[in-house]
């Protein structure tokens, strides 16, 4: 191979690396269970399973509750989610650029962005409970995978100019882990803690330019992926054997990311461009929950308290600061004086503290039949978007329905039952109308709303 068509090579493929590091940065958004639920039965559930998940999902519920299963129980799980939201714009939409909008429909008669609208998902789950009998009662083990069907991660920049769903972003295309060790020493308490586990990403890309020849001398690319981790905990009640009480506790969690590049042309001139901001993040929670069994019919009733503390979340936007020197702008006089960015300001996102409540009932009528419906109310802790940053976010009514299935093993080859759960739940989010502070906002007044609906199907067993 010749110089030249190295040369040619060698920057195309550093300019596609270049260009994907820098258009893959994610949006902010809170985790898939967060805001679909974990699994059927909690989908069904309205999410009222701090003290009713006694399976792999207790992972991210309550972490005290892996304790429950006295056998191994280990199972999987499919989610699908069609997102059907909408944002009206009060003024007609056109990108085509200033100077053909204002001509056609006056200088503040459009909106410059179109509204971005999370996509259709799917992804699975798979996870196990290892109880182990010790002599100062039960230790027990969980563990859950999450992986989307389509990309393990995947992210998109988006302006904060541009209206787009806060909560919803690209927060299905994640790899989330989640690892948990409960103890019970008492027949009646349990203990647990665990992590939740996504990653950090941190990069560099620098090119060496020759402008005589015009190639690249050379070029080197690095991208690290450090594990990050954030804590879970809770504690479980059981003050008779029909009712208990649950507490749980997730530690906020955002990931981080610092993408780098430069171009160097013969030191003469240097340009470089970063980009950096924290991304994905999910809010300290505090879980509280209590169910109580009607024996008689075999009824469950169960209720459930999130305090979510939105109020620390970040700016969720990019960071790009635009580098510029060299020899020549320093011989000048002017190195420095074309930077951009390095001061932005964050956006204060003005985010409050939540409270979801969430009510569950399910009833066994039969020994193979459970069924189950639930409710949850989510507030937003957004404000209305009347600024310039279109963070967009409504008021959530939640409504579950599902039921299990219980059969035996029509392999006959293991002696106890396999369960399949299925739930499905609808997200209605409430109408939300917003005046711009500013007449003359780029985007102009909106009104969102709209609705979810997902579908989960999980298959456990024990032995």
């Not at 309550?62 to 499919?78: C, E, H, I, K, M």
């Not at 002599?135 to 995947?154: A, F």
């Not at 967009?392 to 396999?418: E, S």
């Amino acid at each position: 191979m010749t110089d030249s068509r190295r040369a040619r090579r060698l920057r195309g493929h550093g300019a596609s690396l270049l260009l994907a590091l820098l258009c893959g940065v994610p949006t902010a958004s809170a985790s898939i269970y967060d805001i679909y639920g974990f699994g059927a039965r909690g989908i069904s559930l309205g999410g009222a399973m701090v003290t009713l998940a006694d399976d792999f999902s207790a992972t991210f519920y309550n972490p005290a509750a892996v304790t429950l299963p006295s056998d191994v129980r280990y199972g999987g799980s499919f989610i699908v989610a069609a997102p059907f939201f909408d944002v009206g714009l009060a003024r007609p939409a056109c990108t085509e650029g200033a100077v053909l909008c204002s001509a056609r429909l006056g200088a503040f008669g459009y909106s410059r962005r179109e509204a971005h609208i999370p996509e259709t998902f799917a992804g699975f789950s798979l996870g196990w409970v290892i109880p182990f009998d010790v002599g100062l009662g039960r230790l027990s083990t969980g563990v859950s995978l999450y992986v989307p069907t389509i990309n393990l991660i995947r992210a998109e920049a988006l302006d904060p100019a541009t209206p787009q769903f806060y909560l919803y972003q690209n927060l299905p295309d994640q790899l989330v882990i989640l690892l948990s060790l409960g103890w019970a020493p008492l027949d009646w308490f349990s203990v647990g803690a665990g992590v939740q586990v996504l990653a950090d990403v941190f990069g560099s890309a620098g090119f060496a330019l020759d402008a005589g020849n015009g190639s690249f001398d050379s070029g080197d690319i690095e991208v690290e992926i450090v594990p990050k981790m954030a804590a879970t905990a809770g504690v479980l009640f059981m003050p008779s054997e029909d009712l208990r009480i649950g507490l749980s506790y997730r530690q906020e969690l955002g990931l981080s990311f610092a993408l780098p590049a430069q171009v160097d042309v013969n030191g003469l001139l240097v340009i470089g461009l970063d980009t950096a901001g924290s991304v994905l993040y999910t809010p300290h929670q505090l879980l509280f929950g209590a169910s109580y069994r009607v024996a008689p019919i075999n009824l469950t009733l169960a209720a459930g308290l999130d305090w979510a503390l939105w109020s620390r979340a970040p700016d969720p936007s990019p960071q790009v600061a635009v580098r510029v020197g060299g020899d020549v702008l320093e011989t000048l006089g002017l190195d420095g004086t074309l930077d951009v960015g390095d001061d932005a300001p964050p956006i204060d996102l003005g985010f409050r503290d939540t409270v979801t409540s969430r009510l569950g009932v399910e009833w066994g009528p039969l020994e193979w039949l459970v069924v189950r419906a639930g409710y949850a109310f989510r507030p937003t802790p957004a404000p209305k978007a009347t600024g310039t940053a279109n963070y967009l976010d409504n008021d959530t009514h939640q409504i579950g329905f599902g039921a299990r299935f219980t059969f035996m093993d029509p392999l006959a080859v293991h002696p106890k039952p396999i369960s399949l759960d299925i739930g499905n739940m609808f997200s209605v989010l409430a109408r939300r109308v917003v005046r711009k502070s500013d007449l003359r906002d780029p985007v102009g007044d909106l009104e969102h709303s709209g609705f979810a609906y997902t579908l989960s199907v999980t298959v456990t067993h024990e032995y």
